[in-house]
């Protein structure tokens, strides 16, 4: 009885062990998403929502792992990696234009008015499918959605009241042909470096200032060094959760409509709370002694010519360019 006794202990013993080291059934498919930004800010919470609502949806399925801030390097990097399979989502902005050039068209220079025009012409508006018309074919990945960072606008040391203030000023530009064109049609002295430059440059008395999203102004503090921020809003911003889409296609028809909806409810999430954002950032502005300035008619006249100048280089290198206009054109407010 004893030896019967044992021999069945270390039967069990062996079958519990088999149980524990056998993968569940039931384990979730980990889904690596990578992006740019650090946390807190709209494209990273973009990416945590996905995960949440694609978990739900899926009930327990697919898991999603964010890697923000450059976690697996430069935004061509982990584009690439995405391309490649190696991870299955990323998030960015208009750097996918390499790959197709009207992609550049989601930034381009005084298109919308404000928030409102922008989310019917590219949350899964007209604009959008425009603008994503071949993308697929010709990167390798698909556009899931589409959601704001933020209007861009001027910081500078010296306030910036009229358009011969703004003439001359030696502004930070990205090192993209589109914003360094936009520089020189508003009279500014463009100066392309990288954002993690700036601090650096404006220390040294290189630069005047710069351009970002409130939402940027404030995570770095450009309040600090610059406190003279202009509501010109010349380019909103506009960023994107991409997909493998061999990976998508390869996906059961119930499994791909959990993705997508789950990227529309995280696009809708950043566009609801975008206005909220921005009110907030503001507010950290002036408690540290920021100034807020509103152009007048006259300054964002000058701005919209200036912007519709530098259509002339979508006009050149995408072929459906004035139907994309014209779009967005059409949802305006009247």
């Known amino acids: 009885m004893k030896r019967l006794t044992a021999v069945l202990g270390v039967l069990a013993l062996f079958i519990g062990l088999a149980l524990f080291a056998a993968p569940k059934a039931d384990a979730a498919t980990l889904i690596k998403i990578a992006g740019m ?48 399979g190696i991870i299955q989502m990323c998030a960015t902005g208009t750097q996918t234009s390499a790959l197709h050039p009207a992609m550049a068209m989601l930034e381009t220079p005084m298109l919308f008015d404000n928030l409102a025009h922008a ?58 042909p589109l914003y360094i064109e936009f520089a020189k049609a508003c009279g500014i002295s463009g100066q392309a470096m990288p954002f993690a430059e700036v601090h650096g440059a404006l220390d040294q008395g290189i630069i005047d200032g710069g351009d970002s999203p409130l939402s940027d102004i404030v995570s770095k503090k450009m309040y600090e060094i610059t406190p ?20 998508y296609q390869s996906l059961p028809a119930q499994d791909k409509a959990w993705f997508d909806e789950a990227a529309k409810k995280a696009a809708d999430y950043v566009w609801n709370e975008m206005a909220k954002i921005d009110k ?23 701005m919209h010519e200036a912007g519709e100048r530098t259509w002339e280089l979508f006009r050149k ?12 054109a059409a949802l305006a407010d009247k």
Do not use: W
């Not at 959605?145 to 990205?174: C, E, M, Q, S």
């Not at 003279?228 to 990976?247: A, D, R």
């Not at 907030?280 to 964002?300: Q, Y």
């Not at 290198?317 to 014209?326: A, M």
């Open 37 to 84: 930004k650090p946390e807190g800010e709209p494209e990273t919470i973009s990416m945590h929502k996905f995960g949440e609502y694609l978990k739900k949806l899926s009930n327990g399925k697919y898991e999603v792992k964010v890697f923000p801030n450059s976690q697996l390097g430069k935004e061509d990097s982990y584009i690439a990696q995405t391309r490649k």
């Open 119 to 176: 989310r019917r012409a590219m949350d899964g508006g007209p604009t959008f499918k425009l603008i994503n018309k071949g993308f697929p074919e010709k990167s390798g990945l698909r556009t899931m959605n589409a959601f704001p960072l933020g209007f861009r606008h001027f910081y500078t040391k010296k306030p910036i009241k009229t358009i011969d203030d703004l003439k001359g000023l030696r502004l930070r530009v990205p090192n993209i």
């Open 228 to 247: 003279e921020i202009t509501l010109t809003g010349h380019i909103l911003v506009i960023h994107s959760l991409y997909i493998n889409e061999k990976f």
């Open 280 to 302: 907030e950032s503001e507010a950290v502005i002036l408690a540290n002694k920021g100034h807020i300035t509103t152009p007048d008619a006259a300054f964002r006249k000058y």
């Open 317 to 328: 290198t995408v072929p459906n360019c004035q139907e994309i206009l014209d779009s967005a």
